[in-house]
């Protein structure tokens, strides 16, 4: 069973993004965030879900990426969200990220317009590769319905990797259904396409199925322990392990999930201005806020070196 080669590791975070009170990212602490999960095994998948990339322009997140790598990061450990509703925008952030060196892209569908056919999104995606026109381009396909309203059917990916084979090399599910990823995984698994679970709950079945690992929110808080888990799978110890990673996931999950992971960082890393979310988000009351920092001390929880 072969994969395309990448230097992208098994587990990436959709880096939270700190920002200035003016709405604006604050790159030096987006870096320092990014090391430290490069540090702990993590890959950054900048200007994911997690990221409120959606709450950015074209703009900034380009200038950010600029920053990001001339700050030191590695672009071959980086795998940006380039996706938007606009071809234009997305053929525009597509290009920078590519010209930057960055080993991937993660590409939303266009998630305004709902009840779309296969035959339109293969298009939009068929556009952007066009435009960006560079051999260098590797698409990570990212399907998540729970947000977009709009699932990536096999066919679709079948085809896109039929027509785009170097191009179009993986996909990021955050479907939340297994089954779906696992038929992903088994209609592609001769073409090296590779498949990423959007969560850590499905870490574990994903590599024992044949997927390559996952991109996960949590990796932005608990880093070590879902890399650790991916390079070591094959141990005994991995069911057991699987296990603390889906429990430390419910306490989260209680919560709105990025402004819980933002309070946990603004806690641990003694920055209350962490807790900044863009709207429509909205950052965890006082209440919330401490009882979430009161459940995940009662655990033992810790974010070393942060």
């Not at 729970?146 to 990916?157: D, N």
């Not at 599910?173 to 698994?189: C, Q, R």
């Not at 070590?224 to 430390?248: G, M, S, V, Y």
Request: with cysteine; hydrophobic share 40%.
């Amino acid at each position: 069973m072969s994969t395309h080669t990448s230097t992208l590791s098994a587990v990436l975070s959709p880096v939270l993004t700190p920002f200035n009170a003016d709405g604006s990212p604050n790159c030096k602490k987006l870096l320092r965030q990014c090391q430290w999960l490069q540090s702990n095994g993590v890959g950054q998948a900048v200007f994911g879900t997690n990221s409120e990339a959606n709450s950015m322009s074209a703009g900034q997140k380009i200038d950010v990426l600029h920053e990001l790598i001339g700050g030191g990061l590695d672009p071959k450990n980086m795998m940006p969200g380039t996706g938007a509703c606009s071809v234009a925008d997305a053929s525009t952030m597509t290009k920078a990220a590519v010209k930057a060196g960055c080993a991937g892209v993660l590409m939303l569908p266009p998630f305004y317009y709902k009840d779309v056919a296969d035959d339109g999104l293969f298009q939009y995606y068929a556009e952007i590769i066009e435009a960006v026109g560079d051999a260098k381009l590797k698409i990570y396909v990212y399907n998540i319905p729970p947000v977009t309203k709009i699932g990536l059917s096999v066919p679709l990916l079948e085809r896109l990797v039929k027509t785009y084979p170097n191009t179009v090399i993986g996909i990021k599910d955050s479907s939340g259904d297994w089954p779906y990823t696992e038929s992903v995984i088994k209609a592609l698994l001769g073409t090296g396409f590779r498949v990423y679970a959007g969560s850590e709950v499905f870490l574990l079945r994903a590599l024992r199925a044949g997927g390559v690992g996952c991109i996960s929110a949590m990796a932005n808080v608990n880093p070590k322990a879902i890399a650790d888990l991916a390079a070591r799978w094959q141990e005994p110890a991995a069911d057991h392990a699987q296990e603390a990673l889906t429990a430390l996931r419910s306490v989260y999950a209680q919560y709105p999930m990025i402004p819980a992971m933002k309070a946990a960082v603004a806690h641990y890393s003694k920055d209350p201005e962490w807790s900044r979310v863009r709207p429509p988000l909205l950052a965890l009351v006082p209440s919330q806020h401490s009882k979430l920092i009161a459940e995940l001390e009662k655990i033992g929880f810790q974010m070393p070196g942060l």
